[in-house]
């Protein structure tokens, strides 16, 4: 598909596991965001990536929150020792540089933390 | 202060009839983006309709309309001719360009359910 994937759509961890979540977003995407949306509420901008270079962390919750871009395509948000208000919804977008009018999101990643 | 504010949690309409959804919003931009976006029970979010600050007439995509009042700070989205499929949460959100640097973060409002009865 030309779409947005992530995987895995859903993750269980444990409180205190460390987690990986990957978007593959479209081709040619120089632009790439993260987003969390907890149960019942709108999505929130964790973080900003143009190409491989993160411009915007802003977002991140805690600097237990770490994503990176290496290569300027596949994207990966990491939680290290998940808590149980990390249960949400993780989104990622992706749009052409400049084309601020349009920004296509993935499935999501839905984590639950038990 | 909220920067998109939902006031409708949940709408229902009948099916064929039209149906408004509010938002409002709040900035200093003078150049920004709203957009509104469908979120069916399968999660993706799903683009539906873009406006920008500076657009002279309301953005319509299909059955979607933007109904933009520039003074109000409001940016409605009617949906006309509703059917079974358009249940669903949608989401406003806007986009901010201060000093014309964004690079297209949104800041989303908290949503309103939206339910088709046949």
């Known amino acids: 598909g030309a779409g947005v994937s992530q995987s895995p759509r859903y993750k269980v961890a444990k409180r205190g596991q460390d987690v990986a979540l990957r978007c593959d977003p479209i081709s040619g995407h120089v632009s790439l965001f993260w987003y969390q949306q907890a149960l019942g509420q709108g999505p929130e901008f964790l973080t900003y990536?143009?190409?491989?270079?993160?411009?915007?962390k802003s977002g991140l919750p805690s600097d237990r929150f770490f994503a990176e871009r290496p290569e300027g395509s596949v994207s990966t948000l990491k939680i290290q020792r998940t808590q149980q208000e990390d249960s949400a919804v993780y989104l990622c977008?992706?749009?052409?540089?400049?084309?601020?009018?349009?920004?296509?999101f993935g499935p999501g990643t839905r984590l639950t933390v038990t | 202060a909220q920067k998109i504010t939902q006031t409708q949690p949940g709408m229902f309409v009948q099916e064929k009839e039209a149906v408004t959804l509010d938002c409002t919003y709040d900035t200093s931009d003078q150049s920004y983006g709203l957009f509104w976006y469908k979120q069916p029970s399968s999660g993706e979010m799903i683009f539906l309709i873009y406006?920008?600050?500076?657009?002279?007439q309301n953005a319509t995509e299909g059955r979607y309309s933007l109904n933009f009042q520039k003074a109000r700070k409001s940016a409605n989205l009617v949906i006309s001719a509703s059917q079974l499929g358009d249940s669903a949460m949608y989401f406003c959100?806007?986009?901010?360009?201060?000093?014309?640097?964004?690079?297209?973060?949104?800041?989303f409002g908290q949503g309103t359910i939206l339910t088709v009865h046949p």
């Open positions: 959100a806007m986009r901010e360009d201060a000093g014309g640097t964004s690079y297209g973060k949104l800041t």
């Open positions: 990536f143009q190409n491989e270079a993160q411009l915007d």
């Open positions: 977008a992706s749009s052409l540089q400049g084309r601020l009018y349009e920004q296509y």
């Open positions: 406006q920008g600050s500076y657009d002279e």
